[in-house]
């Protein structure tokens, strides 16, 4: 796979620095039931790496000794992890938000068959990939019957009170095909509501557009089509300083697989970890009292994915944006 971290990192993306944590975003395993075409963890059906029970104990054991409020599960598909239930209902017990990045189709695999009543019995807010309403765009970018598992799903968690009670919380997210910034979040959703509602009679809360990121598997495509600079500097050309403000690194801390700590989920992918004096931190450093509330975050060229255009986080836009697509010629 291609490695774009060399011409990344050499930077000059301007300096930010961190607040107060609230939320940890937890990496269970790079192991997927899907190879998404855009995906920036490479995850896959053949990846192996996955948390252990003692590192999720270590990780549930430390949020006593923070300011977070939510536990954001994430992979691969986090629900591949077999202590991916313990976790959440142990996270719960203690009143955290749990977050479930869920790709849908996980609802399908064996010894899935109840997490769908599984996470609405646990009041977990659910973010679920669909890059589009359309099958032809779903199966394109995710694979061929991704879209007809997808909307079975959907269909499912509707039936459970997810995104028609107030409790259940379901969101969508939206990735581009293509070296192409998201469209308006504001006026996509809109859309997708009509469509999901008219055609499969399916309803959720929000849609959050997200920025491919030019990392580990999106790159390798970009550099393999000649696109990878032009992608670069169509994100560097729709950099919005203002976005800087509500950058999800601010308040959010990467977790990976074994524990170690980074700024983002991209960063982690990249391997450019979280550090203290030279020392590259776990998450049983902060246990012992390491503060890391206004410390420098560490940033490269990717950071312009996260500040371009209406921007883009784990949470969707950070700006009004235009309705128009800007692309790359």
Excluded at 218 to 225: G, K, V
Excluded at 245 to 260: A, E, F, I, K
Excluded at 261 to 288: A, P, V, W
Aim: hydrophobic share 35%.
């Amino acid at each position: 796979m291609f490695d774009s971290s060399p011409a990344l990192i050499a930077s000059d993306f301007p300096s930010i620095f961190r607040e107060s944590i609230s939320t940890l975003q937890v990496n269970l395993g790079y192991k997927c039931n899907q190879s998404c075409v855009h995906c920036h963890v490479a995850a896959s059906p053949y990846r192996t790496e996955m948390m252990t029970a003692r590192t999720a104990e270590e990780i549930l054991d430390v949020v006593d000794h923070l300011p977070v409020t939510t536990l954001d599960l994430t992979g691969g598909a986090p629900e591949l992890n077999p202590n991916f239930r313990n976790i959440v209902a142990r996270a719960r017990s203690k009143g955290l938000k749990v977050i479930d990045r869920c790709n849908l189709s996980i609802l399908f695999e064996p010894e899935q068959e109840n997490l769908g009543a599984f996470l609405a019995t646990e009041g977990v807010v659910i973010i679920a990939s669909l890059p589009c309403y359309l099958e032809e765009n779903v199966d394109r970018q995710r694979g061929k019957g991704v879209h007809s598992l997808s909307i079975r799903a959907l269909q499912r968690l509707n039936d459970l009170g997810y995104g028609t009670s107030p409790h259940l919380e379901l969101n969508l997210v939206f990735n581009p095909i293509g070296a192409v910034l998201p469209p308006s979040q504001e006026e996509l959703e809109a859309v997708y509501k009509k469509e999901l509602k008219e055609r499969y009679n399916i309803e959720f809360n929000r849609l959050f557009t997200l920025t491919n990121m030019p990392i580990n598997r999106f790159a390798s495509i970009l550099n393999a089509h000649g696109k990878l600079d032009e992608y670069m500097t169509l994100l560097k050309t729709n950099y919005r300083e203002e976005n800087l403000c509500s950058v999800m690194c601010r308040n959010t801390l990467s977790v990976d697989w074994q524990g170690y700590l980074y700024d983002c989920d991209f960063n982690q992918m990249l391997g450019m970890g979280t550090t203290s004096q030279g020392t590259r931190l776990h998450i049983r450093d902060l246990k012992e009292g390491l503060a890391l509330t206004k410390t420098r975050i560490n940033t490269a060229d990717h950071c312009y994915g996260c500040t371009a255009g209406q921007g883009s986080s784990c949470e969707g836009a950070l700006a009004a944006h235009s309705s128009q697509e800007i692309e790359v010629s």
